[in-house]
């Protein structure tokens, strides 16, 4: 009698730390649950507007003065664009920068560095592009032809990677710079199969177009579709 | 004790589809309807009807306003929202550590 009494206890007593360890389990995996979502949720909204609307008005005033020029050959052509996205995004840089100082919040907080990471191999590809097409001599012309629609295709796909973390249809205007990109490089390789590539001078009004009217148009969109007015709380 | 702590956890926040609308609204300052749909891949009417809950609980809070000319919602965590949450993360993990000791 005395033994099942133990052995009733010994097994209540299992079946409860069981079920504890169970629930343990479980609340540790609503812990990394709600981590996850978390982190999966926290928005990028940072100076999108005033940074797009910068970055166009540079790209025109940069097609307007390579065109103007003219700069004409491969090599300066990609020298003068390279240093005008390396201006755009230091600019960029400097006004999310002040955004977040003003906000009192740290520049580079997790959705920053999240958005940064998924835009970084596809940056990485085109800039890699424009430092071999600087740094090279004697590439074909096909290959500055093809630079601009690779760059696009590049920053879409950065953008679309970044449209993860970020509100506001930025996929939506990756997915552009992709499409623009694609026709713009079939139509510079049917270009080169037929023999006709046009002066290296047109490639800045394609710069300008994308580039820079592209992104100076989305900037107008957000600023206009950022005020707000309130109705109730 | 450790039986009690169960117990213990806020029911309305403990239901999944809530509990991921309170973690997605308290990493943000607010989140439109959209967002949130997007976020957490739920429908419009189960996504309404947990908001509802969390509403009538005190948790969440609501506003309307006009963005582009048309209707926009958005939804923050209220301060009674974010301690409630804040309490079911800290039972959690002791329930947790209490395991691991």
């Given at each position: 009698?005395a033994?099942?009494?133990?052995?009733?206890?010994d097994?209540?007593?299992?079946?409860?730390?069981?079920?504890?360890?169970?629930?343990?389990?479980?609340?540790?995996?609503?812990?990394?649950?709600i981590?996850?979502?978390?982190?999966?949720?926290?928005?990028?909204?940072?100076?999108l507007?005033?940074t797009?609307?910068?970055t166009?008005?540079?790209?025109?005033?940069?097609?307007?003065?390579?065109?103007?020029?003219p700069?004409?050959?491969?090599?300066?052509?990609?020298?003068f664009w390279?240093a005008t996205s390396?201006c755009?995004?230091?600019?960029?840089?400097?006004?999310?920068?002040?955004?977040?100082?003003?906000?009192?919040?740290?520049?580079?907080?997790?959705?920053?560095?999240r958005?940064?990471?998924?835009?970084?191999?596809?940056?990485?590809?085109?800039?890699?592009?424009?430092?071999?097409?600087?740094?090279?001599?004697?590439?074909?012309?096909?290959?500055?032809?093809?630079?601009?629609?690779?760059?696009?295709?590049?920053?879409?796909?950065?953008?679309?990677?970044?449209?993860f973390?970020?509100?506001?249809?930025i996929k939506?205007?990756?997915?552009?710079?992709?499409?623009?990109?694609?026709?713009?490089?079939?139509?510079?390789?049917?270009?080169?199969?037929?023999?006709?590539?046009?002066?290296?001078?047109?490639?800045h009004?394609?710069?300008?177009?994308?580039?820079?009217?592209?992104?100076?148009?989305?900037?107008?969109?957000?600023?206009?579709?950022?005020n707000?007015?309130?109705?109730e709380? | 004790?450790?039986?009690?702590?169960?117990?213990?956890l806020?029911?309305v926040?403990?239901?999944?589809?809530r509990?991921?609308i309170?973690?997605?609204?308290?990493?943000?300052?607010d989140?439109?309807?959209k967002?949130?749909k997007?976020?957490?891949?739920?429908?419009?009417?189960?996504?309404?009807?947990?908001?509802?809950?969390l509403?009538?609980?005190?948790?969440?809070?609501?506003?309307?306003?006009?963005?582009?000319?048309?209707?926009h919602?958005?939804?923050?965590?209220?301060?009674?929202?974010q301690?409630?949450?804040?309490?079911?993360?800290?039972?959690?993990a002791?329930?947790?550590?209490?395991?691991?000791?």
């Amino acid at each position: 009698m005395a033994d099942t009494s133990v052995k009733m206890v010994d097994t209540r007593t299992l079946y409860c730390k069981v079920i504890y360890i169970v629930n343990s389990e479980w609340a540790a995996q609503r812990l990394v649950e709600i981590q996850t979502l978390m982190e999966r949720s926290t928005l990028y909204r940072r100076a999108l507007a005033p940074t797009t609307t910068l970055t166009g008005c540079m790209g025109m005033a940069a097609a307007w003065l390579g065109w103007s020029m003219p700069i004409t050959e491969g090599r300066p052509f990609c020298l003068f664009w390279m240093a005008t996205s390396l201006c755009c995004l230091i600019l960029a840089g400097l006004m999310i920068r002040r955004q977040a100082w003003v906000a009192e919040e740290s520049f580079w907080s997790p959705p920053t560095r999240r958005v940064a990471m998924a835009m970084l191999p596809a940056l990485c590809c085109g800039g890699g592009l424009g430092m071999l097409a600087i740094t090279q001599e004697n590439l074909p012309e096909i290959f500055y032809w093809g630079l601009p629609p690779l760059w696009m295709l590049f920053y879409g796909c950065a953008l679309f990677s970044a449209g993860f973390f970020m509100p506001r249809g930025i996929k939506l205007f990756g997915s552009l710079f992709v499409l623009t990109g694609l026709l713009l490089l079939s139509r510079a390789v049917l270009g080169s199969v037929d023999g006709v590539l046009p002066s290296m001078a047109h490639a800045h009004i394609i710069m300008g177009c994308s580039f820079g009217f592209m992104h100076f148009a989305y900037g107008i969109y957000l600023f206009m579709t950022e005020n707000t007015s309130t109705l109730e709380s | 004790m450790k039986t009690e702590t169960f117990s213990q956890l806020d029911k309305v926040i403990h239901e999944k589809g809530r509990m991921a609308i309170m973690s997605s609204l308290s990493s943000n300052p607010d989140l439109s309807f959209k967002e949130l749909k997007n976020l957490l891949q739920m429908t419009d009417g189960n996504l309404s009807v947990h908001i509802r809950t969390l509403q009538q609980a005190g948790y969440v809070a609501v506003s309307k306003s006009f963005l582009a000319n048309r209707p926009h919602t958005s939804y923050r965590l209220t301060r009674e929202g974010q301690s409630a949450f804040k309490a079911y993360i800290e039972l959690l993990a002791q329930i947790v550590e209490w395991n691991q000791d």
